[in-house]
């Protein structure tokens, strides 16, 4: 980035990632996660969630109970960010939201 900034000045740069945060909204609009979900959906997306997480904490511990895990870790690995990452989706806008809230210090939870 920095070479980037050199060689095209700031305000070539700024126009360059301007338009590609641009390509990326439209994209997001397009294909990115609803905004709400149903419960099924939501329940769904939890268990794609955790899952990669609980397997990464207990595989260095019990990895040898699972099916072809000391062959495969590599494929697990894969898999399970996969995993993470395509549960964010599934679980819709406001677990966006959720989510980002435990990394602002003044976000306090509200249940309807």
Same mark, same amino acid.
């Given at each position: ?7 095209? !000045? ?16 439209? +994209?997001?609009?397009?294909? !990115? ?10 329940? @769904? ?33 894969? @898999? ?8 964010? +989706? @599934? ?11 435990? +990394? @602002? ?5 509200? +249940?309807?």
């Amino acid at each position: 980035m920095l070479i980037a900034v050199a060689i095209m !000045g700031k305000e070539g740069f700024e126009f360059l990632t301007a338009g590609i945060k641009r390509r990326l909204g439209k +994209f997001f609009e397009v294909y !990115g996660p609803a905004e709400r979900v149903s419960r099924a959906r939501y329940r @769904v997306g939890l268990v794609m969630f955790a899952l990669p997480i609980l397997i990464g904490w207990v595989a260095p511990y019990l990895g040898h109970h699972l099916p072809g895990y000391e062959a495969n870790e590599l494929v697990y690995a894969v @898999v399970g960010d996969l995993m993470l990452l395509s549960s964010l +989706f @599934v679980l819709g806008g406001e677990f966006w939201d959720k989510l980002r809230s435990l +990394f @602002v210090h003044d976000a306090r939870a509200v +249940f309807s």
